[in-house]
């Protein structure tokens, strides 16, 4: 067996999952603070924390699940997880005479996208040759590239010439076939041992958090939160300085930069170092958001995505 192969069918497989898992995730994602203060003429912190419940729901299902998803298995939990995100986005019907009620349906939609989320990370991460790791990584972070540009244009065109519910209904399809492609997925299972199983244990704050991961989680909360907020709030903004058509192909040109790019900084990981990666990266993320405060014109939203 080639231990460096990279394009197995497993790896395909669990990277198709994590794009159609993503591309349903953007869809409600970037336009249900829109729809919210449409539908149900909620304020502005309604709008957003009916958006952002969504991710508090994910975060927390995401730091339960890294600690028990070997105990329970890599391949229940991402039947699991993806059953869950499959019940809870029929609850959107339910919703619809009720704020608090979709509050609700949101975050729990969010936990079963933290439970999936997190599933098929940690299956990508024993499937990818440890000598190909970066690259791996930049190839498998594709999927969640190509779906930021797919799912919020199929969002933002969908909820302007057609309806919300005919959105949901798309993630509901797409959450299904997520469900069949999952049984084809060869997944290769944590062996702990009795010292593993005893160490995993009660409530120790270390069965939950690496220390040595803290630092650079840190600056992942940083740039999430400048993605979350474009994500979150682009229809909002492009609609009040009057370029929603050119708004509606922000993340696809945003997704074409990354599609470009990810080849070859993963090689440039393998082979130079993370410090040489991402040094760069912050600056150029840091000027495309102070351009995008300042975007007046279409093509001015377009060309600082590159």
Not at 229 to 234: A, K, R, Y
Not at 238 to 262: E, W
Request: aromatic residues 14%; glycine residues 8%; hydrophobic residues 55%.
């Amino acid at each position: 067996m080639n231990e460096s192969k990279l394009w197995t069918r497993d790896f395909l497989l669990d990277t198709m999952i994590n794009f159609t898992l993503y591309f349903a995730h953007f869809l409600p994602l970037v336009t249900i603070a829109v729809y919210a203060a449409d539908h149900f003429q909620a304020s502005a912190s309604e709008a957003g924390l009916a958006s952002g419940i969504y991710i508090i729901g994910g975060l927390i299902a995401r730091t339960l699940t890294g600690r028990v998803i070997d105990r329970i298995g890599r391949k229940k939990t991402l039947y699991f997880g993806l059953c869950f995100f499959l019940m809870t986005t029929l609850l959107y019907f339910c919703a619809k005479n009720s704020l608090m009620l979709l509050f609700l349906v949101r975050f729990l939609h969010g936990v079963g996208w933290g439970i999936s989320a997190t599933a098929t990370a940690t299956i990508i991460a024993n499937i990818i040759p440890i000598k190909r790791l970066g690259e791996g990584t930049g190839y498998y972070a594709l999927s969640v590239t190509v779906a930021s540009a797919i799912g919020p244009l199929t969002a933002m065109l969908v909820i302007e010439r057609a309806s919300f519910d005919m959105m949901i209904n798309l993630t509901l399809v797409l959450a299904i076939i997520n469900l069949i492609t999952a049984f084809l997925l060869k997944v290769p299972e944590a062996e702990l041992t009795k010292n593993h199983l005893d160490e995993m244990k009660g409530w120790k704050l270390d069965n939950f958090f690496e220390a040595k991961a803290v630092p650079i989680s840190i600056v992942a909360i940083f740039m999430g939160i400048g993605v979350a907020s474009v994500v979150q709030f682009l229809s909002s903004y492009v609609r009040a300085i009057d370029l929603a058509d050119a708004g509606s192909f922000f993340f696809l040109v945003y997704a074409m930069a990354m599609l470009i790019s990810r080849p070859f900084t993963g090689r440039w990981f393998d082979s130079k170092g993370e410090n040489f990666v991402i040094y760069p990266s912050f600056l150029l993320f840091a000027l495309g958001l102070i351009t995008l405060s300042l975007a007046n014109q279409g093509a001015i939203l377009f060309w600082l995505q590159f």
